[in-house]
Nanobody, 114 residues
Framework: QVQFVESGGGLVQPGGSLRLSCAPY????????TGWYRQAPGKQRELVAR???????YYDTSVEGRFTISRDNDKHTVFLQMNSLKPEDTAVYYC????????WGQGTQVTVSS
């Protein structure tokens, strides 16, 4: 029933910034523990950040200090602020409930290139 729709990706130069949004649909109330994942070409999907139902956060070492995950005031939309982007951050970014995985959406493409 719950679907996550990602947006905000694009093409950015190294050192630039992007903010991704994750909007849940088919969700009436409550707070979903939400993770941001990415999948680079030829690689497995990996968790890069998550925010729990109590607002605890986790970051993969590769992005800690550069990325920030947050939740908006209505407790639904989850954001991923990405700063100091590197070419290695290039991937399709997805969001999902990290406790109860839902069907994966299309993701949003982030390309970091000069």
């Amino acid at each position: 029933q719950v679907q996550f729709v990602e947006s905000g990706g694009g093409l950015v130069q190294p050192g630039g910034s992007l903010r991704l949004s994750c909007a849940p649909y088919g969700f009436g109330s409550g707070i979903l523990p939400t993770g941001w994942y990415r999948q680079a070409p030829g690689k497995q999907r990996e968790l890069v950040a998550r925010i729990g139902s109590t607002d605890s956060t986790y970051y993969d070492t590769s992005v800690e200090g550069r990325f920030t995950i947050s939740r908006d005031n209505d407790k639904h939309t989850v954001f991923l602020q990405m700063n100091s982007l590197k070419p290695e951050d290039t991937a399709v970014y997805y969001c999902n409930d990290f406790v109860n995985t839902r069907p994966w959406g299309q993701g949003t493409q982030v390309t970091v290139s000069s």
